[in-house]
């Protein structure tokens, strides 16, 4: 596990890289929807959505669906610790494993 959590708080370093971390203490959230991916293409492409479902996995195009799940993307990273905080929080959890 301590080699994981390192790995992960080595990656945020990378440029391309934002990892942060949900905490419990936000409750519910849209997390609890599910995962999902938001593709953006290059124009003049739309964005298309993924998410996956007990048993299967949905893509989606419509506008109205890639709006909501951008929203919900949106929110989540809002209620999500900065990336600072959460590699912090990753860093300290790897140094308590001996």
Do not use: C, W
């Amino acid at each position: 596990m301590r080699n994981q959590l390192r790995r992960l708080a080595d990656e945020a370093e990378a440029p391309h890289v934002t990892i942060q971390v949900l905490p419990k203490s936000v409750g519910a959230s849209p997390a609890l929807e599910g995962p999902f991916t938001i593709f953006t293409l290059p124009d003049p492409m739309p964005d298309i959505g993924y998410t996956d479902g007990p048993g299967r996995g949905v893509y989606f195009e419509d506008r109205n669906d890639v709006r909501r799940f951008t929203l919900r993307f949106g929110v989540l990273s809002s209620q999500a610790l900065s990336q600072a905080a959460s590699v912090k929080l990753i860093t300290d959890a790897a140094n308590s494993y001996a």
